[in-house]
T-cell receptor, first 112, second 114 residues
Framework: GQSLEQPSEVTAVEGAIVQINCTYQTSGFYGLSWYQQHDGGAPTFLSYNALDGLEETGRFSSFLSRSDSYGYLLLQELQMKDSASYFCAVSPGNTGGFKTIFGAGTRLFVKA | EAGVAQSPRYKIIEKRQSVAFWCNPISGHATLYWYQQILGQGPKLLIQFQNNGVVDDSQLPKDRFSAERLKGVDSTLKIQPAKLEDSAVYLC????????????FGEGSWLTVV
């Protein structure tokens, strides 16, 4: 089977750095993605890691360790608008039937 | 570039009634997904199409849910008869390939079953 685990909630202060972790178990693996979802909105793509290491996109970075089945999303210079839910998602590839599975999400609260 | 289009945005029905949701993916995207998202949870994959074929429908409650993508473009998800626990947002999404590394979501169809 396939499963992902991420913390349910994280709280941080505006201007700070926050890390949201994700561990996964899948029968196959293509890559790990991260999505942001504001209340009432649709999930939007943030980043994708297929190889080990850090991918940086502006204030957001994502890290993957395939050997540890672990990844994280790093948000720097937090802004109030970053308050949202963040989902990690695994693309298992053909051995996993190509089903992209999402975690339960981490609710990020950014305080002033 | 136009995004994923869904309709209706909101629907309220009584239990045991039927409802249908429509989705038009981003032009050229071969893979189309229907996800169910219950409030406070992550999106749960119901069915995934590659062109007009089904890649996976293992979590689709087939006694009441059906979906089709006849011409490999737009898709319809139907629920009949609806139950109270079907109250959720139904998200349609698409991606260029089945690897699913970048999935684009529509705004969702919000269903309330009373």
């Amino acid at each position: 089977g396939q499963s992902l685990e991420q913390p349910s909630e994280v709280t941080a202060v505006e201007g700070a750095i926050v890390q949201i972790n994700c561990t996964y178990q899948t029968s196959g693996f293509y890559g790990l993605s991260w999505y942001q979802q504001h209340d009432g909105g649709a999930p939007t793509f943030l980043s994708y890691n297929a190889l080990d290491g850090l991918e940086e996109t502006g204030r957001f970075s994502s890290f993957l360790s395939r050997s540890d089945s672990y990844g994280y999303l790093l948000l720097q210079e937090l802004q109030m608008k970053d308050s949202a839910s963040y989902f990690c998602a695994v693309s298992p590839g053909n051995t996993g039937g190509f089903k992209t599975i999402f975690g339960a999400g981490t609710r990020l609260f950014v305080k002033a | 570039e136009a995004g994923v289009a869904q309709s209706p945005r909101y629907k309220i029905i009584e239990k045991r009634q039927s409802v249908a949701f429509w989705c038009n993916p981003i032009s050229g995207h071969a893979t189309l997904y229907w996800y169910q998202q219950i409030l406070g949870q992550g999106p749960k994959l119901l069915i995934q199409f590659q062109n007009n074929g089904v890649v996976d429908d293992s979590q689709l409650p087939k006694d009441r849910f059906s979906a089709e993508r006849l011409k490999g473009v737009d898709s319809t998800l139907k629920i009949q008869p609806a139950k109270l626990e079907d109250s959720a947002v139904y998200l349609c999404a698409s991606s260029q390939t089945a690897s699913g590394n970048t999935i684009y979501f529509g705004e969702g169809s919000w269903l309330t079953v009373v």
